[in-house]
Every structure is written in C-alpha cells, then in structure tokens.
C-alpha cells in the first residue's frame, strides 16, 4: 500500500515534468490556438476529478447524516473557493498573457509570478491527490487503489499541457531551454510536496475525510473557473477550447468510473 501511495502521488508530477520537456522538442512557442485547447483540455479533467473523485465519494461517505448527507460537501467546497481567493489575494502572480500582476504589489520579474501562478493552483491538486490516497491508506474510507489512481493519472494527463503552457513561453522570452525546463517543472513539486504532507497527516484527516475532499474539490473549481475557462474562451475560435474541456471532462470521467 505504501508503495502504490508513493508512486500515485508522484504521477501527477510526472507529468508536469514531462509537460516541461516540450521546450527540447518544439523549436517555436505554442500558438494561442494551441494553448486555449490545452486549457481547455485541463480544465476539463480538473472539472470532472472535481465531481467524480472527489464530491460525489464526499456525499457517498456522509450516508449516515441522511438528507443531510450533502452538508460536509457543502461545507468542505465553499472553504476551499474561500482559501484560493486568499492566497490569490495574498501571492503575487501574473496569469499567462496577463499584462497585469494580481495580488499584492511586488518586485517579482514577471517569470518568477507566472510560475507562482501555476504553483498556486497546483496547491488543491496536490491536496486532492494526498487525501485521496490518505482514505485508501486508512481502508475504510471506501476509496480503492484504482480510485486514487484514476485521479493522480488525471491530474497526470492535465499536468502534461500546464508543463508546456509554463517552459515554452519562458524560453520564448529569451530564457534557455534547461532554465526553462526546470522553471516548469518546479511550478509543479508543491503537488507532491502538498500530497506527502497530507497523507502523513492521515490519522487526522481521515475523521473529517468528507470535508477535505470537498475542500479539494472547491479549491480546483475556484481556478477552473476564475482562471482557465477565460482563458480558454478569450479571442477567436473558442469553441476549440469548449471541445477539448469537454473531452477532458469524459476521460476523466471514464477513467474514474473504469478504474473506481
């Protein structure tokens, strides 16, 4: 079992590594075309890991509350849309093709607060992956290995674009390929670093298992929504970046209802 933990919350930075390699690989930066999709691609897989993988197993594991059954969910999600607007409030970042940096007022280069952007929302991935993976540990959570498998390898697969979306403007911008490669990796470790962290705290988490998950789940939603559906849907051909969160919604989705 600790060996299936380690290597679950590993894949998920995996491929944000492997996302960063595309810098070695591809000689121009991504178009804006190809960036909405792979947006829209990652939202779409964070959408449905939301729902599937983590709110519906915190509604099922509340059974006993009855008709109140959906209040740890309730709960658990609206502190987690409140803690990502606190930390967007309180860390300087500049989103991709921002031309101003939100948060408070900062000497950052604009590197180092696009990088800070993606690592803020990595925050609740990693989070999501270590409470799932704590609740399979404890065994009666009701989460199998398949389960929190399917959600690490589908924040694996949205994490792939996220690495390329990060290093290829960097070394667009004059950066050189190593530098860039590790900037977009690093944009990535706090999903282990968070998901080790929660799993260690596993003998407190698991009595109030129902309201991290949701919790993870807000925190997911709240940058779906303030940060990578604009930028899917922004300028010309949007509806690319429709189609491909849509695919990314049903592969997830598939991947947990196969795997789960």
């Excluded at 604009?110 to 990595?122: D, E, K, Q, R």
């Excluded at 009666?140 to 792939?160: C, D, K, Y």
């Excluded at 670093?193 to 925190?219: D, E, K, N, Q, R």
Aim: aromatic share 10%; hydrophobic share 55%.
């Amino acid at each position: 079992m600790i060996r299936t933990t380690v290597i679950g919350i590993l894949i998920p930075f995996l491929g944000t590594v492997l996302g960063s390699a595309c810098v070695f690989f591809m000689k121009k930066k991504l178009s804006r075309f190809m960036e909405r999709v792979l947006v829209g691609f990652a939202s779409g897989v964070m959408t449905a890991a939301s729902v599937w993988s983590l709110i519906i197993p915190a509604i099922e594991q509340s059974e006993a509350m009855g008709t109140l059954s959906f209040l740890p969910a309730f709960v658990g999600f609206w502190i987690g849309i409140l803690f990502l607007a606190f930390l967007d409030h309180i860390i300087p970042h500049l989103h991709m093709n921002a031309q101003k940096a939100e948060g408070p007022e900062s000497r950052l280069s604009a590197t180092t607060m696009m990088v800070l952007a993606v690592t803020l929302h990595n925050i609740p991935e990693g989070m999501a992956v270590g409470t799932v993976f704590a609740a399979f540990l404890s065994s009666s959570a009701g989460i199998s290995a398949s389960a929190a498998m399917a959600l690490a390898l589908g924040i694996a697969i949205q994490n792939f674009p996220e690495g390329a979306i990060i290093s290829m403007p960097l070394h667009a911008q004059s950066k050189d390929r190593w530098n860039s490669f590790v900037l977009g990796a690093l944009s990535g470790i706090v999903e282990p670093i968070g998901a080790f962290l929660t799993v260690a705290a596993s003998g407190l988490i698991v009595p109030v298992m129902p309201y991290l998950l949701s919790f993870a789940a807000g925190a997911m939603m709240y940058v779906v929504v303030e940060e990578l559906i604009p930028e899917m849907s922004e300028g010309e051909h949007s509806h690319a970046g429709v189609f491909m969160f849509s695919l990314g919604f049903t592969l997830m989705m598939v991947l947990d209802v196969a795997l789960g």
